[in-house]
C-alpha cells in the first residue's frame, strides 16, 4: 500500500491515502518523512518506510505538470 505525505503540522503528519480519504499520524509513529513522501506499508502492516524511488518520480511528474501550467 502506497501512501503520500500530504503536509506536517506540529507533531502531526498528514496522509494521504487517496485523493478522497486523509489522516493524520502522530510524527514519531512514522519513519523520518518529509512533504511529498511516497510511503510504503508492507503487506503485514508491520514496517512503514519512505519509498525514495517513487518519491523522485513522483516529484518529477508534478514538476512537469507545474511547468505546463506556469509560464516564465
Given at each position: 500500500?502506497?501512501?503520500?505525505v500530504?503536509?506536517?503540522?506540529?507533531?502531526?503528519?498528514?496522509?494521504?491515502?487517496?485523493?478522497?480519504?486523509?489522516?493524520?499520524?502522530?510524527?514519531?509513529?512514522?519513519?523520518?518523512?518529509?512533504?511529498?513522501?511516497?510511503?510504503?506499508?508492507?503487506?503485514?502492516?508491520?514496517?512503514?518506510?519512505?519509498?525514495?524511488?517513487?518519491?523522485?518520480?513522483?516529484?518529477?511528474?508534478?514538476?512537469?505538470?507545474?511547468?505546463?501550467?506556469?509560464?516564465?
Open positions: 500500500m502506497e501512501i503520500i500530504d503536509r506536517i503540522e506540529n507533531n502531526l503528519v498528514v496522509i494521504e491515502l487517496d485523493k478522497e480519504k486523509v489522516m493524520t499520524y502522530k510524527i514519531d509513529k512514522l519513519p523520518t518523512v518529509k512533504e511529498e513522501d511516497v510511503l510504503e506499508i508492507n503487506s503485514d502492516a508491520k514496517e512503514v518506510f519512505v519509498n525514495k524511488k517513487k518519491t523522485k518520480e513522483r516529484k518529477k511528474k508534478i514538476k512537469k505538470l507545474m511547468d505546463k501550467v506556469f509560464v516564465d
